[in-house]
């Protein structure tokens, strides 16, 4: 990859990136971190015709994907991206993967994800959800693994206290737009990390954020090209 920004000036715009500086140049500045990491089209889109963000991705994507993983001690993922993608449990497909938390209002976990050893897969709700649901939830991934935070919807800014306290302090969300919209609306978000694929797709398709309107004024921190793709790291300012 080809540096085009490097605001720690460890690195000059124009330097030819490999492993070793990309993993240095992602490396999270505080011990307790959230971040999130999206991908979009050059009109905007958070996913392809298909409706998924799979569709978009670029090599160059999937390289700075995979090391974000590596970084995290746990992914966040909202139930109807799940879906979407057709998430499985992460240490199903790798025991050395982060354990997957899954965000629903409903306390309904998706099946796709039930696999892999236990603590694999958590869940996190409102304690309004609907107890058959929860019930469900709590036969498939064990009891001691569904959360509740807050009572009519899910309290973000207690879910990552509830996070950081049982050790997971880096923490990556990787979507949907609906869930990153509402953590940036409860002032947790850290950092955001999003590529830019050299894909136009017009058509319908949501944006990377969804939800209540937010002012979050950010710094560029890195941004990176190869093969037309731009990748970029910016802290959010709060």
Same mark, same amino acid.
């Given at each position: 990859?080809?540096?085009?920004?490097?605001?720690s000036?460890t690195?000059?715009?124009?330097?030819?990136?490999?492993?070793?500086?990309?993993?240095?140049? @992602?490396a999270?500045?505080?011990?307790?971190w959230?971040?999130?990491?999206?991908?979009?089209?050059?009109?905007?889109?958070?996913?392809?015709?298909?409706?998924?963000?799979?569709s978009?991705?670029?090599?160059?994507?999937?390289?700075?994907?995979?090391?974000?993983?590596?970084?995290?001690?746990?992914?966040?993922?909202?139930?109807g991206?799940?879906?979407?993608?057709? @998430?499985?449990?992460l240490?199903?497909?790798?025991?050395?993967?982060?354990?997957?938390?899954?965000?629903s209002?409903?306390?309904?976990?998706?099946?796709?994800?039930a696999?892999?050893?236990?603590?694999?897969?958590m869940?996190?709700?409102?304690?309004?959800?609907?107890?058959?649901?929860?019930?469900?939830?709590?036969?498939?991934?064990?009891?001691?693994?569904?959360?509740?935070?807050?009572?009519d919807?899910?309290?973000?800014?207690?879910?990552?206290?509830?996070?950081e306290d049982?050790?997971?302090?880096?923490i990556?969300?990787?979507?949907?737009?609906?869930?990153?919209?509402?953590?940036?609306s409860?002032?947790?978000?850290?950092?955001?990390?999003?590529?830019?694929?050299?894909?136009?797709?017009?058509g319908?398709h949501?944006?990377?954020v969804?939800?209540p309107?937010?002012?979050?004024?950010?710094s560029?921190?890195?941004l990176?090209e190869?093969n037309?793709?731009?990748?970029g790291?910016?802290?959010?300012n709060?």
């Open positions: 990859m080809r540096l085009l920004l490097d605001s000036g690195h000059a715009p124009g330097d030819l990136v490999d492993a070793a500086a990309l993993a240095d140049l @992602y999270p500045p505080a011990r307790r959230l971040r999130a990491n999206f991908v979009a089209t050059l009109d905007g889109a958070a996913n392809g015709p298909d409706q998924r963000s799979g978009i991705n670029t090599k160059a994507d999937q390289v700075v994907f995979d090391l974000l993983r590596r970084m995290t001690d746990v992914v966040v993922v909202g139930a991206t799940v879906r979407a993608e057709g @998430y499985p449990s240490r199903a497909e790798d025991p050395a993967a982060p354990p997957l938390l899954v965000v209002h409903s306390g309904q976990l998706p099946v796709s994800v696999g892999g050893p236990p603590g694999s897969v869940l996190v709700t409102r304690s309004g959800a609907d107890r058959h649901a929860l019930d469900a939830s709590r036969e498939l991934i064990g009891e001691e693994f569904v959360w509740t935070s807050g009572g919807s899910v309290d973000f800014v207690q879910m990552r206290n509830m996070l049982k050790g997971f302090r880096q990556l969300c990787e979507g949907g737009p609906s869930l990153l919209g509402s953590l940036l409860a002032g947790v978000v850290d950092e955001l990390d999003l590529t830019w694929s050299p894909i136009i797709v017009g319908e949501p944006a990377i969804n939800g309107a937010v002012n979050l004024p950010a560029p921190s890195l990176l190869e037309g793709t731009i990748l790291r910016w802290f959010v709060r």
